[in-house]
């Protein structure tokens, strides 16, 4: 028993000063596995260079759920979760999506921001690089605006049940939740949004599990919206 005992000991202890860590908000920067997204040298860029209209849709999808989880591990204590700030710092939403949006983007993310001898935001360039910068920013640039979902609500919820009950034809639903989720706007001016409907429909895939990891998507997307 000891030696689990002591282990577990260890393992509360660890956690309970990561915690404290966090409670103060000194939080070392957590490392982003960019291997899948296409390398855009060393030189910083002043343009995104992950946009759909630049780099196709598969990337532009891969940057926004490998920024989505990079944001939520380093970003959102200050600046809120699922980028809905909290008035802790700016909210990200309304950085414009165009190169006068990314120039500025990339200056604070390289340097973060010191004022009178405070480090107000720890700069993350060195640390994270560059990829992950410009997953981040495809990732924050395609939030969907505050009450993006309100008008699908309702529907979502039927075909969110009908997938849990196994019911419904998804090819069909695929193609209904595809036609939702070119509804959502950005507050950014982005010309597509990542939305649950978005997720949904992009994980049905005729299986079981598609259908599963589709509701899945809908439940999170729908309390969100609450
Ligand atoms: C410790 C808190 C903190 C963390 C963590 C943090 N920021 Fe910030 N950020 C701030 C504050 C405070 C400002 C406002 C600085 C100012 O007054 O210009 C800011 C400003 C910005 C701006 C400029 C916004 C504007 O409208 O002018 C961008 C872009 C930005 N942060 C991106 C990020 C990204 C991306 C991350 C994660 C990789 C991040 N920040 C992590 C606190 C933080």
């Given at each position: 028993m000891t030696k689990t005992y002591r282990g577990l000991t260890a393992f509360a202890a660890a956690f309970g000063l990561a915690t404290m860590a966090f409670a103060h908000g000194d939080v070392a920067p957590q490392p982003v596995n960019t291997d899948a997204l296409p390398d855009v040298g060393e030189e910083w860029l002043i343009?995104?260079?992950?946009r759909a209209a630049a780099a196709g849709d598969e990337v532009w999808w891969t940057a926004v759920t490998i920024g989505d989880s990079a944001y939520n591990q380093n970003?959102?204590?200050?600046?809120?979760?699922?980028?809905?700030?909290?008035?802790?710092?700016?909210?990200?939403?309304?950085?414009?999506?165009?190169e006068y949006g990314d120039e500025w983007y990339a200056e604070r993310f390289q340097h973060g921001y010191t004022q009178d001898g405070t480090t107000k935001m720890p700069a993350f360039g060195e640390v994270l690089g560059q990829k992950a910068a410009w997953a981040i920013r495809t990732y924050i640039e395609t939030r969907p605006e505050d009450g993006a979902l309100d008008a699908h609500t309702a529907r979502l919820s039927a075909i969110r049940d009908q997938l849990v009950g196994g019911s419904g034809d998804q090819a069909v639903l695929k193609e209904e939740l595809m036609a939702i989720a070119l509804e959502v706007k950005t507050a950014s001016g982005a010309p597509v949004a990542d939305s649950a409907a978005k997720r949904a429909a992009l994980a049905l895939d005729g299986s079981p599990e598609g259908a599963k990891h589709a509701s899945d998507a809908l439940t999170i997307g729908l309390s969100a919206a609450h």
């Amino acid at each position: 028993m000891t030696k689990t005992y002591r282990g577990l000991t260890a393992f509360a202890a660890a956690f309970g000063l990561a915690t404290m860590a966090f409670a103060h908000g000194d939080v070392a920067p957590q490392p982003v596995n960019t291997d899948a997204l296409p390398d855009v040298g060393e030189e910083w860029l002043i343009e995104n260079p992950y946009r759909a209209a630049a780099a196709g849709d598969e990337v532009w999808w891969t940057a926004v759920t490998i920024g989505d989880s990079a944001y939520n591990q380093n970003c959102a204590r200050c600046h809120g979760l699922g980028v809905v700030s909290g008035g802790l710092a700016p909210d990200l939403r309304f950085l414009e999506a165009a190169e006068y949006g990314d120039e500025w983007y990339a200056e604070r993310f390289q340097h973060g921001y010191t004022q009178d001898g405070t480090t107000k935001m720890p700069a993350f360039g060195e640390v994270l690089g560059q990829k992950a910068a410009w997953a981040i920013r495809t990732y924050i640039e395609t939030r969907p605006e505050d009450g993006a979902l309100d008008a699908h609500t309702a529907r979502l919820s039927a075909i969110r049940d009908q997938l849990v009950g196994g019911s419904g034809d998804q090819a069909v639903l695929k193609e209904e939740l595809m036609a939702i989720a070119l509804e959502v706007k950005t507050a950014s001016g982005a010309p597509v949004a990542d939305s649950a409907a978005k997720r949904a429909a992009l994980a049905l895939d005729g299986s079981p599990e598609g259908a599963k990891h589709a509701s899945d998507a809908l439940t999170i997307g729908l309390s969100a919206a609450h």
